[in-house]
């Protein structure tokens, strides 16, 4: 690939600002964009440390407005377009799945159709990432198998049928078009700046001001989780280096169920709060299920281990002790983000189930 400027979508919220972090840093020769359409997953303060530098370009704007995303390609000379940008949380999908086929379908399909028209036939240096996600192979059983690149889509929800259905249009192009597509679908991701409707940053949250920590039916569900900054080296790695009309799966191979893991960030958050072992068990709560909720996701990344050499650098112990005393000291971050409807948003989502 080209030392092109690099668009990124979607570089407010919790991923999108740890790649945005990362690119401005390692390439200070080549200009990060970042298009935002700052919802409310979406915040400037994600990214208040870098946001003078002299490579970072800041513009807000919606993914589906095909005219900002063409000025912007041809006024910052884009050659690679990393699209992150989405709905993203399962059960406000299945509160109103359409803003998910907006933004999440036609928004993919929006900067597709415009990447093609402003590369025109100089687009086999170019590259169309698509940042895409372990669920729309659907769910696995407890206790065996993986997903992998050759695994059949089978989303159950409504964010992940729209995130599958956007990995479509992009091989699509890929294959109609001859655009340059790498599409990598990620495990469950945690770190900082990850907004609190998230299961761990509203653990944390929830611990510190003693309220309940709704766990979704029996708790036994399992997730597959990944330091943000293992996916970030990831995504990078991929899009440099990467094989065009190509798929690459990320995970941690670190399953954990919730119950288990909710127990983990109870523990932690006490010790880190002072507080006496065991004082937050109380807390936890069990509640309805999620409707079709997978049971399963589990990760087999070894193309990706062997083609280009990744491995994930952080354990999981060390990771979740970082992120849980970043949302601890952040308690300023974690305040204004939580403000505005997020209160009635949770009241409602949570409170009645
Ligand atoms: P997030 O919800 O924290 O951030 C999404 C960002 O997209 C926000 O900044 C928001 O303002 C922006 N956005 C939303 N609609 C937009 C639009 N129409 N136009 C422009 N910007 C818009 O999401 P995240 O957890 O950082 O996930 C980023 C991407 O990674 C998503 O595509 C998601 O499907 C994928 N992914 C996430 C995970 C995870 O565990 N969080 C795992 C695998 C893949
Ligand atoms: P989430 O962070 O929403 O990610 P995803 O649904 O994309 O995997 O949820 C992770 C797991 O935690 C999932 O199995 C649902 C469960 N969960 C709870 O038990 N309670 C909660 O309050 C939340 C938000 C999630």
New binding site residues.
Partial sequence: MNKHNILV????????SHLVRHLVGKYPDRTTVN?????Y???PANLRDIESAGNYVFVR????DAALVADTIRRYNIGAIV???????VDRSIDDPSVFA???VL?TLTLLQVARDCWGGEAADKRFYQ????EVYGSLPLGGGAFSESSPYAPHSPYSAS?ASADHFVRSFGDTYSLPTLISN????YGSY??PE?LIPLMVNNIRLDRPLPVYGSGLNVRDWLHVED?VEAIDLILHNGRPGETYCIGGSNERTNIDLVRLLVRTTDRLLGRSEGTSERLITFVGDRAGHDMRYAIDSSKLRRELGWQPLRTFEEGIEQTVAWYLENIEWLDSVTSGDYMHYYDRMYSGR
Avoid: M, P, W, Y
């Fill in positions: 979508t979607g570089g407010a919220g919790f991923i999108g298009l935002d359409k700052l919802t997953a979406g915040n704007g919606d993914i589906c699209n992150l940008a989405a709905e993203t949380h907006r933004t999440n928004g940042v895409s996600t372990d995130k990620c495990s469950n991701n990850q907004f998230k996916h």
